[in-house]
C-alpha cells in the first residue's frame, strides 16, 4: 500500500515571506523517490497551536506519515516537540535515538537536536531538523521503519 505524506515546514520566518522554504521541497524530492505519494504540504509558524491544528487536519485528510522540518532545536521559538508531545497518543523514542547518534557522526552539534517521533491520531510523525540536509540526512537514517510504523498507526495488517 502506497504511503500518503504530509509535509509541514515550521518556520516563522518562511511562514512570513521572509526567506524560501527549503526543507519542505527537499522532503518533498526524497518522499517522491520512495515511491510515496505527498498529499498535504504546508508553511506555520513556530506556534503550538498552529503546529497542532496543522498536524491533526494532516491526519484527517488520510496522511499515514507526517513529516515536520524545522523547531527542533533549542531557540526560544522552537516549540515542535511540545508540540507534537501534546498531542501524541505514544512516542516513539529509538526515532529520535536514531537520528541523533547517526547525526553525531557528521556533526557533533547533532546532540542538541529534538527531533522525535510520535503517533498521533491514526498518523506516524516524525519532527526532522530545519536544516534541508539535517532533514534529509535524519530521514534517511530511520526510513527502514516507517512503513512498518504507518501500517501499525493506521491499524492495518503488518507482514511481522
Given amino acids: 500500500m502506497q504511503i500518503q505524506v504530509g509535509i509541514v515546514t515550521i ?3 518562511a511562514s512570513s515571506g ?10 518533498k524530492e526524497v518522499a517522491q523517490k520512495n515511491g510515496w505519494q505527498v498529499l498535504c504540504e504546508a508553511i506555520v509558524p513556530d506556534n503550538a497551536d498552529r503546529i497542532q491544528e496543522t498536524l491533526r487536519s494532516f491526519a484527517q485528510q488520510g496522511c499515514g506519515l507526517i513529516l515536520t522540518t ?3 532545536g533549542i531557540g526560544r ?7 507534537v508531545r501534546a ?10 535515538e536514531v537520528m541523533r547518534s547517526e547525526s553525531m557522526k557528521i556533526t557533533p552539534n547533532s546532540i542538541l537536536s529534538r527531533s522525535l517521533a510520535a503517533i498521533v491520531d491514526s498518523s506516524l510523525v516524525i519532527a526532522l531538523p530545519g536544516k534541508p540536509s539535517g532533514a ?4 534517511g537514517f530511520v526510513q527502514g521503519a516507517i ?6 498507526a493506521q491499524r492495518r495488517p503488518t507482514s511481522c
Fill in 70 to 72: 524545522g523547531g527542533t
Fill in 18 to 27: 521572509e526567506y524560501v522554504d527549503l526543507g519542505g521541497p527537499a522532503l
Fill in 147 to 152: 512503513p512498518h510504523g504507518v501500517a501499525l
Fill in 11 to 13: 518556520s516563522d520566518r
Fill in 77 to 83: 521559538r522552537d516549540v515542535t516537540p511540545e508540540a
Fill in 87 to 96: 498531542i501524541m497518543r505514544v512516542e516513539l523514542p529509538g526515532f529520535g
Fill in 136 to 139: 534529509v540526512e535524519c530521514l
